[in-house]
């Protein structure tokens, strides 16, 4: 089947689709979003970011992603941390929810429940978390903590958000797991709380089968690698099922690297410099470490696993979604995504502070013209595949 045919009826959603959210990749680590040699005007410096984070929520952001390292790796040679960072950027902005990434293993989920419920009063309700499940083992061991093989990890992060939401939603909570526990632990004051929100959402990655079935348990939000729109709507598909299993909906965020040019030249120009200067020893040493995410699931099915040299140069297959041309193809692509069931698309940059305004400027006039076309049932026109 062809990545440009409509969606299937039966992937589609019933539900009128919300507008488009966007979100951004935070360059709190070093090296840019693309592991490449080719100039980035983008920096990791809290300056920087400030900037950034105002710059986004004028320009149709709506969250930001802080990620999570802990030490160097893959052409990210420095970091900053993303609980202490994220809340940095919430005290900078106003309307701008951050989430901060974290990993399970690496700090108690009722601690981090304190930390993200003090974070929430701060700013107003605007802070949440990305449960990462792990797949950089070198950061475990060198801490000193113990890597689980791979489903093992998701039944850590299962229980870690389980405790997450009965610390901010009960009191005297009381929670047994194989891996955490609670005794009557009574977090006060909890964090803001409203009708569409009884408590800062919960965010989710990971591709395979174990990471698919736990959203559809716990999380609110599922985010994915970049996947093209068969690979989309198979997830959404599958993701959906699970949750409606379990009377919930999980809204769906698709990673994308976005190059809007003038010209479809342009940008695919760029794409090619990026990535005909990717550093190959970094890429080579990520793809070995990712192993320990997709391929070594038991069904080989999950983040990585059927990754190119050339998809690895953006570190979470941003390139697969193929938002690179004019602005008006990204704007019929990304809401392409949105008739199949995306809610959110997480975007990363080449240099960040020129490409958002762009983006702001030029693409989400025409996402928000195409969208109400949509709805009115005019219909979107079908992206050209590249």
Known sequence: MSDSHPPSPSLSNSRQPEPLQFAYWVPNVSGGLVVSDIEQRTDWSYEYNRHLAVLAENNGFSYALSQVRYMASYGAAYQHESTSFSLALLLATQRLKVIAAVHPGLWHPAVLAKLIATA????????????????????????????????????RAEEFI????????TDDAQFAGDFYRLRGFDLKPKPLSG??????????????????????????????????????????????????AHGRRVRFGLNGFLIARDTEAEARETL????AKANPDAVRGFRDAVRQAGSSTPDGKGMWADSSFEDLVQYNDG??????????????????????GVDLALLGFL???????????????????????????AGVPEPATH
Do not use: C
């Open 120 to 155: 929430d009063h701060l700013s107003g309700g605007r802070a949440a978390v990305n449960v990462v499940s792990g797949w950089f083992k070198g950061e475990f061991t060198a801490l000193g903590e113990p890597w689980l093989e791979h489903d093992e990890r998701y039944r």
């Open 162 to 169: 389980r405790v997450l939401r009965a610390s901010w939603t």
């Open 319 to 340: 390139f697969r979604s193929k938002l690179i041309g004019t602005p008006e193809q990204i704007a019929e692509r990304l809401v392409g995504y949105r008739a199949r």
């Open 272 to 275: 090619r410099e990026i990535v």
């Open 351 to 377: 240099h960040y502070h020129e490409e958002v305004e762009y983006f702001g400027t030029h693409v989400l006039p025409i996402v928000r013209a195409l969208e109400a076309d949509a709805d009115r049932g």
């Open 195 to 244: 009708p569409d929100r009884p408590h800062p959402e919960i965010f989710q990655g990971g591709n395979s089968t174990a990471a698919r079935a736990m959203a559809g348990r716990v999380s609110d939000w599922y985010f994915s690698n970049g996947k093209d729109f068969d690979g989309v709507s198979e997830q959404v598909a599958e993701v959906g099922a699970a949750a409606a």
